[in-house]
C-alpha cells in the first residue's frame, strides 16, 4: 500500500536560517509525490510535484524538494525562511490511475521565528 | 488565479439529519474530489468523480454519503443521516486532467460541527 510519512510533528528554524521538512515515502513502482501547505482556516495550496526528470524540484514561493529514490524520501526544502512560511505542510503521494487519490501524510507545522 | 469555493463555510447540524456541503470547482476542470480532515488528523480521501461517475471511493465512502454534479458549475457532497464522528473539515478539490502528475486544487474547506 502506498504511504508517506512525515516523522516531525513540529519544526522550528529562524528566520533567515535554511529550512528542511522531512518526508519519506513507501509506493510500488513509480512516486508521484506533491507537497501541500496549510495556513489557519485556509485549504491546501499546492507548492510543488515531482514526476520524474531532476531530482531537485523548485515550487512556489521559493521552496524546492529534492528526491532522494535510494532513501525514498522527498524532503522540502527552502534557503532562507519567512516568519510567513510558518503554516503546516503535508506531503502527498499519488498512485498511477486517472483520478487517483492523494494520500497524505500527518502534516508538519513550521514555525519560522524572528 | 481561479479558485475552488467552498459554501457553507461551517455548518452546525443535528446527529440524523441530512447535510448537503456545496463546491463550485475550477471552470475548465474535469475531475473532483472530497478529502476530510478531522481535527487534528490527517487529511483522507472521500471520493473521484469524473463523467458523471465515481471513479474511485474509500472505505469511508459508505451508503449515507452521495456526491453529485446537479449542473455545470456545482459539485455537491450529501450525508444523508449525519453522525458525530462525521465532524470534520470538508474539502473539495478538482484538476483539469486525471493523470498522476495533475495537481489537484482545493477549496478553503467547509467545517462540518454535528451536535
Known amino acids: 500500500a502506498q504511504s508517506v510519512a512525515q516523522p516531525e510533528d513540529q519544526v522550528n528554524v529562524a528566520e533567515g536560517n535554511p529550512l528542511t521538512v522531512k518526508c519519506t515515502y513507501s509506493v510500488s513502482g513509480n512516486p508521484y509525490l506533491f507537497w501541500y501547505v496549510q495556513y489557519p482556516n485556509r485549504g491546501l495550496q499546492f507548492l510543488l510535484k515531482y514526476i520524474t526528470g531532476d531530482n531537485l524540484v523548485k515550487g512556489s514561493y521559493g521552496f524546492e524538494a529534492e528526491f532522494n529514490k535510494s532513501q525514498t524520501s522527498f524532503h522540502l526544502k527552502k534557503p532562507s525562511a519567512l516568519v510567513s512560511d510558518s503554516a503546516l505542510y503535508f506531503c502527498?503521494?499519488?498512485?498511477?490511475?486517472?483520478?487517483?487519490?492523494?494520500?497524505f501524510g500527518t502534516g508538519t507545522r513550521l514555525q519560522v521565528t524572528l | 488565479e481561479p479558485e475552488v469555493t467552498q459554501t457553507p463555510s461551517h455548518q452546525v447540524t443535528q446527529m440524523g439529519q441530512e447535510v448537503i456541503l456545496r463546491c463550485v470547482p475550477i471552470s475548465n476542470h474535469l475531475y473532483f474530489y472530497w478529502y476530510r480532515q478531522i481535527l487534528g488528523q490527517k487529511v483522507e480521501f472521500l471520493v473521484s468523480?469524473?463523467?458523471?461517475?465515481?471513479?474511485?471511493k474509500s472505505e469511508i465512502f459508505d451508503d449515507q454519503f452521495s456526491v453529485e454534479r446537479p449542473d455545470g458549475s456545482n459539485f455537491t457532497l450529501k450525508i444523508r443521516s449525519t453522525k458525530l464522528e462525521d465532524s470534520a473539515m470538508y474539502f473539495c478539490?478538482?484538476?483539469f486532467g486525471g493523470g498522476p502528475n495533475q495537481p489537484q486544487h482545493f477549496g478553503d474547506g467547509t467545517r462540518l460541527s454535528i451536535l
Open positions: 502527498a503521494v499519488r498512485f498511477t490511475g486517472t483520478a487517483s487519490k492523494l494520500t
Open positions: 468523480f469524473y463523467n458523471n461517475e465515481i471513479s474511485e
Open positions: 478539490a478538482s484538476s
